[in-house]
């Protein structure tokens, strides 16, 4: 297993930076890659829109793994995705071909890197009467206690919130702590790429992929999604959210919002910005990994793709 992970890169950064694009380029040229996806909510069936998925044609053109793998309404975690990508990687060397995995979620990648630390087990009872408990009393409570997890976390990823509140209570210790117990040297075996973009250029790529998921049809997509599993999970996400919250005529407390569309696009736009400043804190503390700027970086990662993979 050892050999098998060897010079395995990973692309990531914050969303709606490109990685998509890039990790497609990168692998068109060569026909032994193949991407391995890291992104959270790609791994659901039917969450096509509201998560920028690569398209048919793209997979078909480079085939991907860990995509379309759950129905939202099934569980998976960071302990499954790093048991699917060590398999993942290593069924693709017995084939005489290589991985790049792409994908900007955090806490998949930091069990990846770093390894699962280690957490109670989750207790139903607990978890029950935390699940009762508003949104904000729960971020109120983490935070009192863990505000850098608080601030990773935010108040938009309910579930993390609830596990990491019921971490607090049955171990005694901050998820801070318990993380920081886990190996403190990312392994070596994978070369990491962070790119990003200037803050009013991502601001403006945000802006226009909210646009196009709209006309793409993400309000018929999010019908679809809670009528089939109804308070699913996965509708917690960024962008779903959102829209779950626009077709029930929940407005934002504390704010004035824009009726009709125009609305929905700024509260989902709102929601991305504060996803990507919760992932640069995670992107920020990996020292190991190249930090690239796009596009002014672009040639430069490539170069560094490249020298990875040997060609």
Sequence with gaps: ??????????????????????????????????????????????????????????????????IDVREPDQP???????????????????????ALIV?????????????????????????????????????????????????????????????AVEILRLSGKTPTELEAASSSAPDPRFALWIIDREPAELERRIAARTRLMLEQGLLDEVRAIHARHPGCRALDAVGYAETVAHLEGNLPKGRKVAPGLAGLASEIELGTRQLVKRQRTWFRGQTEGGWFMLDRDLPKLQAAMAEAYGT
């Excluded at 048991?83 to 290589?98: C, F, M, P, Y």
């Excluded at 029950?128 to 601030?151: I, K, N, Y």
């Design 103 to 163: 994908g900007g979620t955090g806490f998949y990648l930091k069990a990846l890197l770093y390894g699962l630390w280690d957490a109670p087990k989750a207790d139903p009872a607990l978890r029950a009467g935390l699940e009762a408990l508003p949104t904000e009393a729960l971020h109120q409570e983490l935070a009192a206690r863990d505000p850098a997890a608080a601030a990773r976390i935010g108040t938009g990823d309910r579930y993390r919130l609830v596990r």
């Design 1 to 66: 297993m050892e050999s098998a992970l060897l010079r395995t890169g990973i692309l990531t950064g914050p969303t709606a930076t490109g990685k998509t694009a890039i990790a497609l380029a990168f692998a068109r040229a060569r026909p032994e890659i193949e991407i391995i996806n890291a992104d959270s909510m790609l791994v659901y069936r039917g969450m096509d829109i509201g998560t920028a998925k690569p398209s048919p044609a793209e997979q078909k053109e480079v085939p991907h793994h860990l």
């Design 76 to 98: 998976y975690n960071a302990a499954d995705f790093r048991q699917d990508v060590l398999g993942t990687i290593e069924s693709l060397h017995a084939r005489g071909k290589r």
